[in-house]
């Protein structure tokens, strides 16, 4: 095949940190009009490579070539006037300002000293009308939006420009399947027009469904591409791990118990109205529904972290009302939130500090002071549990990559010995490796007798992992299905309330 049949060749692209080989010898060639998956565990080098593209990064060796012609992207403004967009997994978004101010951010008093508001805000509205997000008002500050719709304008952000190039890095991590469903049909009418699209995620139904082809990194290495239709789930998920996985989820032995926790017509705001439901231990209850439906603002309110208006809590079979989260904690309740990187860790400590900071004064600590030796042995032992990749425990949290500040997140709650913990999303953001995992780590959780919420957009997660499962809408239990009933056709319905006379119609 010709040069110039590829709008988009990365010859041999190398980058070190240090004494770390990133990527060595890459390469990536990806055609007008393909959606082409770029897929790897954490760390394999997908992120630093569409860095170098966008101009973030610069690379050690190696050619990039756009429409035949060799380029040099040394900064963002170049990657940008050569027609590439990149969306990362973190929002490149000003909270404080609006929708529609973060979406022309780049063009506001560039042309002229007068900004004409009413235009840009008509405009905003058409792009949001087009990616099937019109409720969303170009006028309301960014940080008043949930995360999926903050999501969505990161996106509309990139759409505006025309851009031939459009990288993706893990777009639908906060999306549900509704949402999902409106993104493909955006990026299949983009692929229609010519564009190219490099997506990034670690949803293998996502790219079985939407790409063309399908590029593989281990370890910082190419490992090969392949047509998408010419392979299974199964082979793709052996190249990336560099071994067969024989099973996503693990089988669960664990014995369900008594009640652990109790909620009964608990209210906090219009995201949670009269919720009651129960979890015993041993058992994983799933909570489902589309984002926006409740469920982390009920959990947030049953933890402390927000105020409850009324309700009865109980919890190891005595009344209970959480004032804060510490409350919750020294009454061996936790809760693993969504957002990792503002609620789940804290990214400027070290690692070591990270994974302690439940268990201080049970675990390291005598008469008030911190035993170094036993704590640093301890915090070893624990991450060494979680399968955790790190330098040094005195490094900081934000050394690690993605996957692995999920790990560290989790691993706190594991070692406060929880009667009860709550999982926000524990996948989010994970490759196919480290989900195994992750699922096999919670399962022994609940096998413990430990009782476990989890909250999960994904849908395979929810139907191969839980007991039982409570579906929100709209603040509102709409849905309780146990185990033989747990089926993405009944979760739908009862995520989008539709009743069965509406089936019928």
């Given at each position: 095949m010709g040069k110039e049949e590829y709008r988009l060749e990365m010859k041999n692209i190398t980058k070190h940190f240090g004494g770390v080989n990133a990527l060595a010898d890459v390469s990536i060639k990806v055609r007008p009009g393909e959606i082409h998956a770029l897929i790897g565990e954490n760390?394999?080098?997908?992120?630093?490579?569409?860095?170098?593209?966008?101009g973030a990064c610069k690379k050690d060796g190696g050619e990039i070539l756009l429409d035949g012609g060799p380029v040099e992207i040394n900064s963002p403004k170049d990657a940008k006037n050569l027609g590439v967009a990149v969306i990362y997994q973190e929002f490149?978004?000003?909270?404080?300002?609006?929708?529609?101010?973060?979406?022309y951010l780049d063009e506001l008093g560039m042309r002229c000293s007068v900004i004409n508001w009413k235009k840009m805000r008509r405009n905003t509205k058409e792009q949001l009308e087009k990616l099937g997000f019109a409720d969303i008002a170009p006028n309301t500050k960014v940080r008043e939006l949930s995360v999926a719709y903050q999501q969505m304008v990161e996106i509309c952000k990139n759409l505006v420009h025309d851009s031939k190039i459009l990288v993706?890095?893990?777009?639908?991590?906060?999306?549900?399947?509704?949402?999902?469903?409106?993104?493909?049909?955006?990026?299949?009418?983009?692929?229609?027009?010519?564009?190219?699209i490099i997506y990034i995620s670690h949803r293998l139904d996502e790219i079985f469904e939407l790409s063309d082809r399908i590029t593989v990194l281990k370890d910082g290495r190419y490992v090969d591409t392949v047509e998408t239709q010419k392979i299974k789930k199964e082979q793709l998920a052996a190249m990336m791990v560099g071994r067969k996985i024989c099973q996503m989820?693990?089988?669960?032995?664990?014995?369900?118990g008594e009640d652990v926790l109790v909620v009964e017509g608990l209210n906090a705001g219009k995201m949670v109205q009269n919720v009651s439901?129960?979890?015993?231990?041993?058992?994983?209850?799933?909570?489902?529904?589309?984002?926006?439906?409740?469920?982390?603002?009920?959990?947030?309110?049953?933890?402390?972290?927000?105020?409850?208006?009324?309700?009865?809590?109980?919890?190891?079979?005595?009344?209970?009302?959480?004032?804060?989260?510490?409350?919750?904690?020294?009454?061996?309740f936790g809760m693993l939130p969504e957002n990792r990187k503002?609620?789940?860790?804290?990214?400027?400590?070290?690692?070591?500090?990270?994974?302690?900071?439940?268990?201080?004064?049970?675990?390291?600590?005598?008469?008030?002071i911190i035993r170094h030796k036993k704590e640093k042995k301890y915090v070893k032992?624990?991450?060494?549990?979680?399968?955790?990749?790190?330098?040094?425990?005195?490094?900081?949290?934000?050394?690690?990559?993605?996957?692995?500040?999920?790990?560290?997140?989790?691993?706190?709650?594991?070692?406060?010995?929880?009667?009860?913990?709550?999982?926000?999303?524990?996948?989010?953001?994970?490759?196919?490796?480290?989900?195994?995992?992750?699922?096999?780590?919670?399962?022994?959780?609940?096998?413990?007798?430990?009782?476990?919420?989890?909250?999960s957009s994904e849908m395979p997660e929810i139907i191969g992992l839980c007991d039982r499962v409570m579906v929100m809408h709209q603040g509102k239990i709409t849905g309780e299905f146990e185990k033989e009933e747990i089926t993405?056709?009944?979760?739908?319905?009862?995520?989008?309330?539709v009743q069965e006379n509406e089936e019928k119609e």
């Open positions: 760390g394999a080098g997908k992120s630093t490579l569409m860095k170098i593209l966008a490149m978004l000003v909270p404080d300002l609006s929708v529609a101010e973060n979406i993706l890095d893990e777009p639908t991590a906060v999306l549900t399947f509704t949402e999902i469903e409106k993104l493909f049909q955006v990026l299949k009418k983009l692929r229609a027009e010519g564009v190219s989820f693990p089988e669960k032995k664990a014995v369900i439901f129960h979890v015993r231990s041993g058992e994983i209850l799933g909570f489902s529904g589309l984002v926006g439906s409740g469920r982390t603002e009920t959990m947030r309110a049953v933890f402390g972290a927000d105020k409850k208006e009324s309700g009865k809590i109980t919890y190891l079979g005595k009344p209970v009302h959480f004032n804060d989260c510490r409350e919750a904690i020294e009454n061996e503002e609620q789940g860790i804290l990214l400027e400590q070290s690692i070591r500090m990270n994974a302690t900071l439940t268990v201080l004064n049970k675990k390291v600590c005598k008469f008030g032992e624990l991450l060494d549990s979680v399968s955790t990749k790190y330098g040094n425990t005195e490094d900081h949290a934000d050394s690690l990559s993605g996957g692995n500040q999920q790990k560290l997140a989790l691993s706190k709650w594991i070692a406060a010995d929880c009667k009860c913990i709550v999982f926000d999303e524990p996948t989010r953001g994970v490759d196919v490796g480290a989900k195994v995992e992750i699922y096999e780590l919670i399962t022994r959780i609940a096998q413990k007798g430990v009782a476990v919420i989890m909250i993405e056709n009944n979760l739908i319905k009862a995520a989008m309330e």
